[in-house]
């Protein structure tokens, strides 16, 4: 990745992807509290991208990093195909999964260093069934981590931080994952996108955390982390706890659906662009930002602050050391 921003920056770019969210499709095999996508585009979960409309995409972004999302990528039918096509490009790819389907499809794919399996869990057994409105998924999930893993593939977890979240319940669920030598563990707060607000805005409400909610939780989770591995960066945890600001770099984490390039970002739609050039061109990103746009007030989740924090590290040298350290596995409280 280094290498990668050191030649951006000598050809003077100043925008430029880290991350393309690749989403191939919006069905789901699940419904869960929190996901705004099962209603955004329910007019258009019957629809899937081609193979070949998301390598375009892969190709005119050019980002490092393709995270493969949806919808569930795993009941995507040429999901294997397009992994294998994508690591043949030699991008990282995160495959982003609820985990039902896993422990069948784990044979779909070869194990590499450029391939995370990523599973998200929001809590221990009954409580991330509660969050997915489905019993088993937990089981199900935790049964696909141990069988890819297993098979030798590296696999990461997503856990979302929710109003209801037990501060003791991460942890349990990090000592648990860590017992299945999950390889990285990420967390993000929970914030309620206007997709949410307009669907389910009494369970919005009771769900979501503002601005000062977050930094409080952030506090108290950190230290009790801290010994676990954690794929978030120490920088965007200190955004998280309130300790550092930093300005949203939405257009560094595009997103590419069935619809067209999602702008402004993953969890806020004005529009679908035919490019990601036009996505660039097209949107004013210094208005994307809790001062000038009343949807960012409490937004501080990784899609749009975790690549920010990655620009921000690069301009100190501190910080480039504490990245350095977190990124061969120490403690985030240096």
Not at 16 to 45: D, K, Q
Request: hydrophobic residues 40%; aromatic residues 8%; contains cysteine.
């Amino acid at each position: 990745m280094s290498g990668y921003l050191l030649k951006k920056k000598l050809a003077g770019q100043e925008k430029f992807p880290l991350v393309l969210m690749l989403e191939p499709l919006h069905a789901c095999n699940l419904s869960c509290s929190g996901c705004g996508r099962i209603r955004e585009y329910a007019a258009t979960s019957s629809k899937m991208m081609s193979i070949g409309e998301c390598l375009d995409a892969i190709d005119e972004c050019g980002a490092p990093i393709v995270s493969i999302c949806g919808g569930e990528p795993l009941i995507y039918p040429g999901i294997d195909e397009l992994v294998a096509k994508t690591i043949e490009r030699r991008k990282h790819v995160y495959l982003c999964t609820n985990g039902v389907q896993l422990v069948e499809s784990v044979d779909r794919f070869k194990p590499t260093d450029r391939l995370f399996i990523n599973v998200h869990l929001d809590g221990i057994d009954s409580t991330h069934d509660k969050m997915v409105n489905r019993r088993g998924v937990f089981a199900k999930a935790t049964a696909g981590i141990v069988a890819a893993k297993r098979a030798g593939f590296m696999v990461c977890t997503n856990t979302t931080i929710y109003a209801e979240t037990s501060v003791q319940e991460v942890v349990s669920l990090f000592e648990h994952l860590n017992e299945l030598s999950v390889d990285g563990l990420l967390l993000s707060p929970a914030y309620g996108y206007e997709s949410i607000h307009e669907s389910e805005p009494n369970a919005a409400g009771e769900m979501f955390m503002d601005r000062d909610q977050i930094h409080e939780r952030f506090r108290q989770i950190r230290p009790l982390v801290n010994r676990f591995k954690l794929l978030t960066s120490p920088v965007y945890m200190d955004f998280l706890c309130g300790n550092r600001d930093l300005s949203c770099a939405a257009w560094a984490n595009p997103t590419r659906n069935v619809c067209g390039w999602k702008g402004p970002c993953y969890l806020i739609t004005d529009a679908h662009y035919s490019s990601y050039q036009e996505l660039l061109e097209r949107t004013d990103w210094d208005k994307l930002s809790p001062i000038d746009d009343p949807r960012c007030e409490n937004c501080l989740v990784h899609c749009g602050f975790e690549p920010a924090a990655v620009f921000a590290a690069n301009r100190r040298i501190r910080d480039i050391f504490r990245m350095a350290i977190w990124q061969i596995g120490g403690s985030l409280s240096t």
